[in-house]
Each structure stands twice: as C-alpha cells, then as structure tokens.
C-alpha cells in the first residue's frame, strides 16, 4: 500500500484475534489490506481525495477529511463489530464506517456481496455508488487534496 506516501505513520499492531473476534461477531471477514491500514495514524495533512463515477453515471471526487478507528481520533479497535449497520433505508446492505468528508457524509466497507467494497452512500438521493472494488483499490485512489 502507498500510505507512507500520503504521510500515514504505522503506529501499533493489529493482531489476529481482532479480525477473528470481529467474524466471529458479524459473520463477515475484514480485507487484510483493511487491517493493514488500522495500524497507521492519519496524515498530518488532511484532506485526502479519491475520484470515483456515482451511481447516476457522473463522474465525481470524494473527500476524505478524517478516517475512523485510527488515531488522532477515536482509535479503540475493542469493539469494531458493534460499528456494523445494518440501514432499514438501504436493504441488504451491512456496512462498516470507514471514514467521512467535511460534511458528514460517511464511505463505508459494504459487505453485503461477498468480497467488501467500498462505497459512499448519497445523503440526497440515497443513492449508493461504488469508489473502489476493494479497500487495497480505496488506498490506491487515494491522493491529497488541495
């Protein structure tokens, strides 16, 4: 993964009872480059931003203004499982919250088919689009914003 670039710090360990404990809860499995990525600390400089094609065809960039479960912010992995959602507003889908724009507005691990991908889900129209096939391809969109 290129996060040393983007100004990521590895700061802890991430052991394997934590991915363990988070199926064992959930029934789902975290992407090893997703754990991977819970052992570093956010970029002294942040935004980060990724382009991705909405669900409506358009062609979009997304803003990362902060991560979630790594530090400077809440960083306590105790719990991941709990983080799941399960919203009545999009049936079928269970996501876990990975990070969030300026706005509020949340992209989330989707593993609701299979293998996670990640995607950013429309505060207006609800609509749900795909940014990457995977968190490793996420990391790989990643780049700073201006």
């Known amino acids: 993964m290129k996060l040393d670039e983007l100004g990521f710090n590895r700061y802890r360990s991430i052991n394997r009872k934590l991915a363990a404990e988070f199926h064992s809860r959930t029934g789902y499995t975290l992407p090893v480059a997703y754990l991977e990525f819970l ?48 919203p009545e507003h999009y049936p079928g889908r269970v996501l876990l919250p990975i990070g969030v724009d300026a706005g509020g507005n949340y992209f989330y691990l989707d593993f609701s088919a ?7 889900t429309d505060y207006g129209t609800g609509a749900v689009s795909q940014i990457a096939s995977d968190f490793a391809s996420f990391v790989d969109k990643l780049r700073r914003g201006e």
Request: glycine residues 6%; aromatic residues 10%; negative net charge.
């Open 39 to 86: 052992c570093f600390r956010e970029p002294a400089v942040m935004p980060l931003v990724f382009p991705f094609i909405r669900a409506d065809g358009e062609e979009w960039e997304g803003c990362a203004s902060e991560f979630c479960n790594i530090a400077p912010h809440e960083d306590s992995l105790s719990d991941l499982a709990a983080q799941v959602i399960r």
């Open 114 to 120: 299979g293998e996670p991908t990640v995607v950013d």
